[in-house]
Nanobody, 116 residues
Framework: QAQLVESGGGLVQAGGSLRLSCAAS????????MGWFRQAPGKEREFVSG????????YYADFVKGRFTISRDNAKNTVYLQMNSLKPEDTAVYYC?????????WGRGTQVTVSS
């Protein structure tokens, strides 16, 4: 069964770094676009970052610009999110997503907790 599997979440102090990974496996998953979303307790899911396969269209939410970097390894159908200078407000479940023109495949999420 095709799926996206995230890893790399955890507990980190404010100012620290984490690197999230997401791999598509188990079948055919459209990965023309791959990206990251997050959902904090009591809040709606929000877009964090996304990138197309060619790497010439990369987008970031304003609240992560300059701190997070998205990258892809297309040969491995994997997307990464390097998160630096983490803040307590970055605490959330981070979800990987992929698709062609829109995100239709979703991972189950990985918890990121930033302590103050």
């Amino acid at each position: 069964q095709a799926q996206l599997v995230e890893s790399g979440g955890g507990l980190v102090q404010a100012g620290g770094s984490l690197r999230l990974s997401c791999a598509a496996s188990g079948g055919t998953v459209d990965t023309d676009i791959m990206g990251w979303f997050r959902q904090a307790p009591g809040k709606e899911r929000e877009f964090v970052s996304g990138a197309n396969a060619a790497g010439d269209k990369i987008y970031y939410a304003d609240f992560v610009k300059g701190r997070f970097t998205i990258s892809r390894d297309n040969a491995k159908n994997t997307v990464y999110l390097q998160m630096n200078s983490l803040k307590p407000e970055d605490t959330a479940v981070y979800y990987c997503a992929s698709g062609i023109a829109q995100y239709v495949y979703w991972g189950r999420g990985t918890q990121v907790t930033v302590s103050s």
